[in-house]
C-alpha cells in the first residue's frame, strides 16, 4: 500500500469498525451510571489540645487569614481555647477581635483566658520580633495586670 492511500484507509476503518461491532453482536457500552448523591462531608476532627489548635492554624494567623481559619477550624471550647483564638486574632493585628473575645469570657476565667496569650507573646519576644509581641503584651496586662514579666 502506498503511503497516501494510508489515511483514507485508517479513516475507514474507523467510519467502519463500530457497525461492524453491532452486527457481531457485541453490546454497546452501558450507559454511564448518574452519579450517587453526595456523602456527608467528613470534618477533621478537633485537635487533642486548644495548644495543638493554634499550632495547626497559626500559619494563617494574618489579616487576610484569620477569620476564615478560625471559622472553618474552630478552637476546643474553654477559656484556653479560648485566649488561643484571641491570640491568634493578634496575631493577625485584629487586637479590638482578641480583646472581644477575652472580654466573652467569664471574669473568673480571664486569666486562663489570656494566658494563651502571654505565651505567644514571649514566643514572639525570645524570636527577636517585639513589635509582634508589643500589643499582645498589652492585652495580657490589660487583662492580667499582676502578670509581672509581660511587658
Same mark, same amino acid.
Given at each position: 500500500?502506498?503511503?497516501?492511500?494510508?489515511?483514507?484507509?485508517?479513516?475507514?476503518?474507523?467510519?467502519?469498525?463500530?457497525?461492524?461491532?453491532?452486527?457481531?453482536?457485541?453490546?454497546?457500552?452501558?450507559?454511564? *451510571?448518574?452519579?450517587? &448523591?453526595? !456523602?456527608?462531608?467528613? =470534618?477533621?476532627?478537633? +485537635?487533642?489540645?486548644? @495548644?495543638?489548635?493554634?499550632? $495547626?492554624?497559626?500559619?494563617?494567623?494574618?489579616?487576610?487569614?484569620?477569620?476564615?481559619?478560625?471559622?472553618?477550624?474552630?478552637?476546643?471550647?474553654?477559656?484556653?481555647?479560648?485566649?488561643?483564638?484571641?491570640?491568634?486574632?493578634?496575631? *493577625?493585628?485584629?487586637? &479590638?477581635? !482578641?480583646?472581644?473575645? =477575652?472580654?466573652?469570657? +467569664?471574669?473568673?476565667? @480571664?486569666?486562663?483566658?489570656? $494566658?494563651?496569650?502571654?505565651?505567644?507573646?514571649?514566643?514572639?519576644?525570645?524570636?527577636?520580633?517585639?513589635?509582634?509581641?508589643?500589643?499582645?503584651?498589652?492585652?495580657?496586662?490589660?487583662?492580667?495586670?499582676?502578670?509581672?514579666?509581660?511587658?
Amino acid at each position: 500500500m502506498k503511503r497516501n492511500q494510508t489515511v483514507p484507509v485508517a479513516l475507514l476503518a474507523l467510519i467502519l469498525v463500530p457497525p461492524t461491532l453491532k452486527l457481531v453482536g457485541r453490546d454497546p457500552p452501558a450507559p454511564v *451510571a448518574q452519579s450517587a &448523591p453526595a !456523602a456527608e462531608p467528613v =470534618l477533621p476532627k478537633p +485537635p487533642a489540645s486548644p @495548644r495543638a489548635w493554634f499550632e $495547626a492554624v497559626r500559619a494563617r494567623c494574618t489579616p487576610s487569614d484569620v477569620r476564615l481559619a478560625t471559622d472553618l477550624n474552630r478552637p476546643p471550647a474553654g477559656a484556653e481555647g479560648t485566649g488561643y483564638k484571641a491570640a491568634c486574632f493578634a496575631l *493577625a493585628g485584629e487586637i &479590638p477581635t !482578641a480583646r472581644s473575645l =477575652l472580654l466573652s469570657l +467569664p471574669e473568673a476565667d @480571664r486569666p486562663e483566658g489570656v $494566658a494563651p496569650v502571654d505565651d505567644v507573646a514571649q514566643e514572639l519576644e525570645a524570636w527577636g520580633r517585639q513589635d509582634l509581641a508589643g500589643p499582645l503584651s498589652d492585652l495580657v496586662l490589660e487583662f492580667w495586670p499582676e502578670r509581672h514579666m509581660a511587658s
